[in-house]
């Protein structure tokens, strides 16, 4: 996440690039006839703000198909004898530069996942259903981003007028003194051509928001009067449990991804504790960088993942490439078989662990940049305060308030890359929003399930995970890879080794002591949502609301919530979310 303003609707080149990879034309699978198709020629019309989830619902409803039958068509349809090296190549050189090279990771890895499995599975049906939701949960990480980028296109632009107004208006006072005068003296000439630097400078963003804006209405199908954001409200789990560690996820992927379930049927049910043992075994840089104590956003651990990424993907992909010419039905492909499941396995594991370096890196850079923010702030501030400005200080004054606007900018798309980083680990430990039967739903009944499956099943299914892994063995982390001989230790069979797991599992019962509503960015927000509640659940009248500080990565949150022993605030948290809202119990 190195640079962002070029990012723009990143993961729809996700499903572009994936389009452009396949396996052979000769699988006996080639034809896929979809079933009634889930896109509405006719869009719903906007019904209230539109928040992240409603962005999400309408980018997956509207787009799937156009995405999924080119992803199909693509897959299904190209030359068998492209070398999985050169199909790696393609996708990483379409890529972005100067991005980080985690995402590209990411793309990798999501090809090679999807490749294999397409090689795997002759099931038309399962193919058909895999693909949507793969569609889909690429087309609403994008939403993410689309929408955050909206949402601050349509604050900020506001302020971006007040400013080109205000600084025009220093602009022509010069230029009129020039025709006066006919001349101005070289300060004046100097303090001139800054402002019409700065002018132009705001005009590019305002270029900018405007686009913002028009892609999210493509994306969306919304028409431009109907746009209403509604962006106070978090991102969900925004400050989510840091005790979900990356053994949390990897688990919860071999227990509820699809893939897995595939392996079981057709070779073998794979254990978490074997997984883990194997990707150790073969890819074992990573580890050591993580005991001796670099992190993410250092270069040589950024570096030492990205090559692990590459490394898995070829191999996989050139074992997929063996599976396919060994002869149909026979000892060789049946043991080739096997392989693909394996490798596919330690695929799936380093995509969390990816999805979960990107979430941990966006938290680096947001913090970052928001120490930038409020060094230029200062500056600005100081300026403001001073009554006459040489001409320097009024060019530097300029220049604070362009940074400004700038790092403001980059801090909102940063936002946006966490949110997209966090989902996409959310997806690769097996969470599965989507269906064909959902999309063909109307947008109401999508959004409602996309904020139960985040606010609700996400929270069930981490908590599941996490407290079957604390009745099992543990191994401390702290000090165990510290030996020479570690990695050998820790393949020994008869050793049920096992990385500590969180010491808190958050999950929704009947005794929750807390229920949330929301964290929010300023107190007003969090005091004008609390009267909004209250005037839709009279159930609610009788609390006063509690709105708690909170710092989560360096940014300071004010979350609103209720407290009550007395009674079920399951049953107050159910009514909440029926009617569209978000809560959190604890």
Excluded at 309 to 319: M, N, R, T
Excluded at 403 to 420: D, F, T
Excluded at 429 to 452: C, M, Q, V
């Amino acid at each position: 996440m190195k640079t962002y303003e070029k990012l723009r609707f990143c993961m729809i080149s996700v499903l572009i690039v994936l389009s452009a990879c396949s396996v052979d034309k000769n699988n006996k699978n080639s034809e896929i006839h979809a079933d009634t198709l889930v896109f509405a020629s006719n869009p719903e019309p906007v019904d209230g703000k539109l928040d992240v989830y409603t962005t999400m619902a309408r980018a997956s409803k509207y787009n799937v198909d156009v995405a999924t039958q080119s992803l199909k068509k693509k897959i299904y349809n190209q030359n068998p004898n492209l070398n999985p090296q050169e199909m790696i190549e393609n996708i990483i050189s379409s890529d972005i530069n100067d991005q980080s090279r985690l995402f590209a990771a990411s793309r990798v890895l999501e090809y090679a996942t999807i490749y294999a499995v397409a090689s795997l599975e002759n099931n038309s049906q399962f193919m058909d259903n895999y693909l949507y939701e793969k569609s889909a949960q690429h087309l609403a990480s994008a939403a993410i981003r689309v929408h955050q980028d909206a949402w601050f296109a349509s604050r900020k632009s506001k302020e971006v007028a007040r400013l080109i107004r205000s600084e025009k208006k220093k602009s022509d006072e010069l230029k009129k003194k020039y025709d006066r005068k006919g001349s101005l003296n070289s300060e004046e000439l100097e303090y001139k051509k800054n402002l019409d630097v700065a002018l132009m400078k705001f005009g590019e963003f305002q270029q900018a928001f405007a686009m913002n804006m028009s892609e999210y209405e493509q994306i969306t199908k919304v028409l431009p009067k109907e746009i209403k954001l509604e962006g106070r409200r978090f991102y969900e789990l925004e400050d989510f449990d840091k005790d979900y560690t990356i053994e949390v996820f990897q688990e919860a992927a071999v227990r509820n991804r699809k893939e897995f379930a595939l392996a079981k049927d057709k070779v073998k049910n794979y254990g978490i504790i074997e997984l883990r043992h194997r990707v150790l075994r073969d890819y074992p840089l990573v580890k050591r960088l993580d005991v001796n104590g670099l992190k993410v956003e250092n270069d040589v651990y950024e570096r030492a993942l990205y090559d692990k990424v590459i490394a898995i993907a070829e191999k996989l992909l050139q074992d997929i490439r063996d599976f396919r010419l060994a002869k149909s039905g026979s000892d060789a492909q049946k043991t080739m078989q096997r392989v693909v499941f394996d490798d596919l396995a330690a695929a799936i594991l380093t995509q969390v662990e990816v999805s979960y370096r990107l979430v941990e890196q966006a938290n680096a850079d947001y913090e970052a940049n928001e120490r930038e923010i409020a060094k230029i702030q200062k500056l600005v501030h100081k300026f403001g305060k001073s009554y006459r400005l040489t001409t320097d200080e009024k060019a530097e004054l300029l220049n604070n308030k362009i940074m400004l606007v700038v790092l403001e900018q980059k801090s909102a798309q940063i936002k946006a890359e966490r949110a997209m980083a966090l989902r996409n680990l959310y997806f690769n430990a097996g969470l599965s929003p989507f269906s064909k039967t959902l999309l063909r739903g109307n947008i109401k009944d999508i959004t409602l399930s996309l904020r139960e499956a985040f606010n609700h099943d996400l929270v069930e299914m981490l908590s599941t995970v996490s407290m079957q892994m604390k009745e099992q063995p543990l191994l401390e982390q702290s000090g165990w890879a510290q030996g020479e001989n570690w990695l050998e230790e820790v393949m020994k069979e008869n050793k049920n080794y096992r990385i500590k797991p969180n010491r808190k599992a958050k999950t929704e019962k009947d005794n929750a002591k807390s229920l949330q509503f929301g964290a929010y960015e300023n107190r007003d927000s969090a005091v004008e949502d609390w009267t909004v509640l209250g005037s839709k659940f009279p159930s609610l009248q009788k609390y006063q609301p509690q709105i708690e500080e909170a710092w989560v990565n360096g940014k300071k949150w004010y979350r609103l919530r209720i407290y009550d022993t007395s009674v079920s605030l399951l049953t107050i948290c159910k009514e909440v979310r029926e009617n569209g809202f978000e809560c959190l119990l604890q």
